[in-house]
């Protein structure tokens, strides 16, 4: 690995750390694009999945106050079936798969009608959150363009949004990490200690600086960015998804 290669994936760590920690979101969508265009899919996906789980983790840890723990109970049954059914698929897609599905989830989030009201803090929609994230997390290396459209709808604080989302893509992460790393990957996935403590480390830092920027923003304002940055990001991934397809 070339010392260009180390220089970025440091600073994404660094960068989209800082932006998740703002707006509960965005981050590993940025974090996946980078990674899967500079390593082996299988790497990437293992590398992300660390990167975000200390991320996510440490984010939950600084909000742990607005945590809504019901949601993760119940959120933990889906992902539990849902990881009990991927123990048998052996699939590990291609970059330009990967690119395109990422690009795609924002755009079919917000095609899913008003009506539907997918709130996450009705009784049973964790469990099908669950259901569907871990599997769309595993498979596309991010699965946050789909939880969010289950936070757009909810009478929640930006603290419980970010809060709780962290909490849940902490063990959506954990899940990728047992697919790829585990099932159907091998020891040339992981990557070496001294990159992973210092993607670490910079993960904490941007996490820490993140949450300052939350903390001075209002409701209205944390709601309006979030859906047109995650649109505009998805927009520019299919486009360079596509652009690796041999028509």
């Known amino acids: 690995m070339s010392l260009l290669v180390i220089v970025i994936i440091l600073g994404a760590a660094l960068f989209t750390s800082f932006v998740s920690s703002i707006f509960g979101m965005l981050g590993g969508l940025l974090l996946m694009a980078v990674l899967i265009t ?8 293992v590398l992300h999945g660390l990167i975000q ?3 996510n983790s440490y984010r939950a840890f600084l909000n742990r106050k607005a ?22 698929v052996s699939f590990v897609p291609n970059e330009a798969t990967v690119l395109i599905a990422l690009g795609l989830l924002p755009f079919i989030s917000a095609g899913v009608p008003n009506r539907l009201a997918l709130d996450i803090s ?17 498979l596309t290396g ?66 820490n600086a993140g ?11 944390f709601f309006a960015w979030t859906s047109g940055i995650v ?17």
């Open 67 to 88: 945590i809504q723990w019901r949601i993760i109970s119940v959120f933990l049954v889906g992902a539990i079936a849902a990881l009990s059914g991927l123990a048998f």
């Open 211 to 221: 949450k300052h920027v939350l903390d001075n923003l209002n409701d209205k304002a």
């Open 142 to 207: 991010v699965g946050g363009p789909i939880l969010d459209i289950f936070f757009q709808r909810v009478s929640l604080t930006r603290h419980q949004v970010v809060a709780t989302k962290a909490v849940i893509q902490a063990l959506a992460h954990t899940t990728k990490i047992i697919y790829f790393g585990v099932l159907v990957g091998s020891t040339q996935n992981w990557p070496n200690a001294p990159l992973l403590f210092c993607a670490f480390f910079l993960t904490v830092i941007g996490t």
């Open 231 to 247: 649109m505009a990001t998805g927009g520019l991934i299919l486009i360079r998804g596509l652009s690796l397809v041999n028509f």
């Open 38 to 45: 500079i390593m082996s899919t299988g790497s990437a996906m």
């Open 122 to 138: 009705r009784p049973y929609m964790p469990m099908l959150v669950g259901l569907i994230v871990v599997p769309v997390n595993v």
């Open 53 to 55: 789980f200390v991320s």
